[in-house]
């Protein structure tokens, strides 16, 4: 993996298919990221015999794809089947689908939502762990804001409660 981010190490790592093909995806504070190897025959035509992928193994080209966070303005779940849930992450350029088990989707779909809203990875308790461009200029924005973390069910009742008497009584 290359690049830069706010952290060296990912938040969380899982498998998905993506497009169709195996994928371990990445979730950074600034980004996702996804590789995906795919084997890839030299031999031009749509069919190689067995003899010649002995003497010409296929190789494993891999592809590294990234979404910057701020990129994403929503995340959608459902399930897709018996076996994996999708969980559909609205980007620009382009929505992307990433397909979990379903052990693993409200995690991971609680964990994509907190950062398209600009919580903090770990346990959000006060505004002053969100990022600055998140908390606004102004107690109106920040109310917003807590407001936000609040219906996606990120702050408790009782830690929005706190963060808005602490904002109100602060002017």
Sequence with gaps: MGGTSTMAQPIRTFFSVVDGEQAEVYVHADRLEWEQRIVRASRPGLRAEASWLMAHPPHAEVITQRVPIAAVSSVTVWAACSTFTAISVNAVPA?????????????????LTGLVLGAAPANVTSIAALPSQVRGANVADQIRTLGALYAAGILSAEEFFTEREALLTAV
């Design 95 to 111: 929505p992307v689908e990433f397909r979990v088990s379903h052990a693993d989707a409200a995690a991971v779909a609680d964990l």
